[in-house]
Nanobody, 122 residues
Framework: VQLQASGGGLVQAGGSLRLSCAAS????????MGWFRQAPGKEREFVAA????????YYPESVKGRFTISRDYAKSTVSLQMNSLKPEDTANYYC????????????????WGQGTLVTVSS
């Protein structure tokens, strides 16, 4: 599976940004798709996940109510709509795919896209 993330950029606090991730290859075996982020000097952290077939979504408390993950199964794409952005949301954002039913740990994922940088100015 190959993953291509896009959509990062610079936005003011309170603004919105939409990230996209295009999946190709053996997508039929994917169980969950996820987004993670990594700020300088910090560990990569879970942001959102969605089950590839059923569309069930998962979020940590830090982004619940502000971020929305969605997928277009026919187009093999996953999106992350980010609203009410805060400076602490600044990070490189990565999309990932897993054949596992688990979703919140980086070790759960088999494939990773390249990061896309999101910068939120105060």
């Amino acid at each position: 599976v190959q993953l291509q993330a896009s959509g990062g950029g610079l936005v003011q606090a309170g603004g919105s940004l939409r990230l996209s991730c295009a999946a190709s290859g053996r997508t039929s075996s994917i169980y969950n798709m996820g987004w993670f982020r990594q700020a300088p000097g910090k560990e990569r952290e879970f942001v959102a996940a969605i089950s590839w077939i059923g569309g069930r979504t998962y979020y940590p408390e830090s982004v619940k109510g502000r971020f929305t993950i969605s997928r277009d199964y026919a187009k093999s794409t996953v999106s992350l709509q980010m609203n009410s952005l805060k400076p602490e949301d600044t990070a490189n954002y990565y999309c990932a795919a897993t054949y596992s039913g688990r979703y919140s740990n980086t070790r759960d994922y088999n494939y990773w896209g390249q990061g896309t940088l999101v910068t939120v100015s105060s």
